[in-house]
């Protein structure tokens, strides 16, 4: 995948922009971030630990901070665009307030 690729996905969720997040650009629900593209062609997905273990493998590894696991890091050259919509969806989903979810079919 491409990074105008995953801007795409990430844009078309509902209420998502694009924000600079210390020099690279991030995607976010407000003012929470809900992805990162931490260098040429790695994505970085907050998600929560269950979800993050349940995608490891393949193209997508482990994000910890520090000790704690923050979500998954994407190898953009070796994944496919249904992960990426799926990951993408799944941080949405954690951090987007309930009326957002309810209008979401």
Do not use: C, N, Y
Request: glycine share 8%.
């Amino acid at each position: 995948m491409t990074e105008e690729q995953v801007r795409a996905l990430a844009l078309a969720l509902p209420e998502v922009t694009e924000a600079d997040h210390h020099g690279r650009p991030s995607f976010r629900l407000g003012t929470t971030v809900l992805a990162t593209l931490w260098a040429p062609g790695i994505l970085d997905v907050v998600v929560g630990e269950s979800e993050a273990r349940a995608a490891e493998g393949g193209a997508v590894s482990l994000l910890w901070w520090g000790k704690r696991l923050s979500g998954v890091q994407v190898d953009l050259a070796a994944v496919d665009e249904a992960t990426v919509a799926d990951l993408l969806e799944e941080a949405w989903t954690r951090r987007a307030p309930a009326r957002l979810r309810r209008e979401r079919p």
